[in-house]
């Protein structure tokens, strides 16, 4: 599966943005999803998982009640929607889809996943 980021910009604090992962096969639905990001100097960190039907989703806490994951599996794609934004959600964010044996559990950890896009930088000024 490959996988395009998108929808990441500049920002000020407190604004939205939404980010895109569009895959590249119809095997999308197989695979559970998950957003990661990485900051400057920073190691990756999670940030968002879906399952594959979409019924389960997990969150880091420093985002909980600010980001909202969400696919459509018709258009084999999964998305981010962040809401009140702060600068130290400033990183690059990147789509990542998981093990088929981990499809059904959404997944804070990096090697369940074996396919990752390129990555979308998203900046939030003060």
């Known amino acids: 599966v490959q996988l395009q980021a998108s929808g990441g910009g500049l920002v000020q604090a407190g604004g939205s943005l939404r980010l895109s992962c569009a895959a590249s096969?119809?095997?999308?639905?197989?695979?559970?999803m998950g957003w990661f990001r990485q900051a400057p100097e920073k190691v990756r960190e999670f940030v968002a998982a879906?399952?594959?039907?979409?019924?389960?989703?997990d969150y880091a806490d420093s985002v909980k009640g600010r980001f909202t994951i969400s696919r459509d599996n018709t258009k084999n794609a999964v998305y981010l929607q962040m809401n009140s934004l702060k600068p130290e959600d400033t990183a690059v964010y990147f789509c990542?889809?998981?093990?088929?044996?981990?499809?059904?559990?959404?997944?804070?950890?990096?090697?369940?996943?074996?396919?990752w896009g390129q990555g979308t930088q998203v900046t939030v000024s003060s």
């Open positions: 990542a889809a998981s093990r088929w044996r981990y499809r059904n559990i959404p997944s804070a950890i990096a090697g369940r996943y074996e396919h």
């Open positions: 879906i399952n594959y039907s979409g019924g389960s989703t």
């Open positions: 096969d119809r095997t999308f639905s197989d695979h559970g």
